[in-house]
DNA sequence: ACCTGAACACCGTTCAAGT
DNA sequence: ACCTGAACACCGTTCAAGT
């Protein structure tokens, strides 16, 4: 479930019981309150006391962290999947589309954490890096075929899918992330369709 | 300033001066702090007591509202001035922009507020839709001459700029704005270069 | 018709004492 | 090496008393 690599999971059992139950009601709080969790009702919900969590994760970006960690491997397995599909720019679609899924669970939360500046060597830096990586080979592949734009770089994409998630959370329209993604796929596309393969 | 149409800004002289102090200690607090402004820090910087707060502005979102609906009507009169444009295309996109910029100053709280639901009828929701007509003039135009696709709805559009307004807050990258505005101009232009007036 | 500020509630964060 | 929860700080919101 967690990647004992790359989080810093405590050793002692005891504690390593409280920090996955606190993984566990923080997933559940920040899917039905989004980034306003409260972190006494994560505590109690977790059994513990209070002390514990911020003994364990000491700010709120470090729980955030923490329960994003799999999210992101998550996709850079599903980048690496997709990467020798015979359609790259479906593949490419298909993993963007991905990030929205995933980001709308966590209330965009798993995305905004990854679009945040983080240190070199950290956990989060090298997992981001990671996804970051399987996920420009989808994008260089589909540039290769003609089908995108040589100057599309990917973290302009994925923080546009970033900005959908955030702009719909208090929209009155809650399904309008599907016209937006659609926009910004069309957007990144090449505009003169002699360049697509042949259908 | 204010408009007394739309805003319910008091009668009485001194109410009506508690009320003007409080909006422009809010928005200097809006454009420093963004969304998490401090309510005690206004009332003390306007020179009034907590309470006087609460007497013109009930809810937060009251507040907000009085903020931006200037900022709305703004738009909207830009939108009309650029209807008769000579460049249909042109005109949208420098209104789009503009959006972006209105956006980028009050830390995107006003467009946050414009892409909430409102009480018809309310100040809000009718000032928020004298812009959104204005703004479909221009894109209607643009549409006709092909240069935008007919399936573009502006309300999806703005809601976009609003994203990267959002996603672009806590970015390592603070000027990546420009480049995900031009992803979402190609995204609603037509593919077909041909469908283009001649250069 | 509006202003004041004390009072209360809620939540975040720390830290001394414990196991 | 970790847990506990009381203690404090901070901020939001209400409301009785005032002008």
Redesign the interface.
Known sequence: MTHPELSSRPRRADARRNYDKLLVAARAAVDTRGRDIILDDIARQAGVAIGTLYNHFPTRQDLFQALFLNEAEELRLRAEELADSPAPLDALITWLRLQLDYGARGRSMGA?VM???HADGSPVQRTHAAMHEAGTVLLRRAQATGEV?AD??L???L??I???????E????PD?AQ??F????????T???SQDPPA
């Not at 970033?162 to 719909?168: D, E, M, T």
């Not at 208090?170 to 329209?173: E, S």
């Not at 659609?182 to 596309?189: E, F, H, P, S, Y």
């Open positions: 905004a679009n945040m500046r734009r599309v770089e973290h302009r994409v923080r546009l970033l900005g959908i998630l955030l702009a719909n208090d929209a009155p329209d309008g016209p937006m659609d926009i910004v796929i069309a957007g990144i596309r505009r003169d369709p």
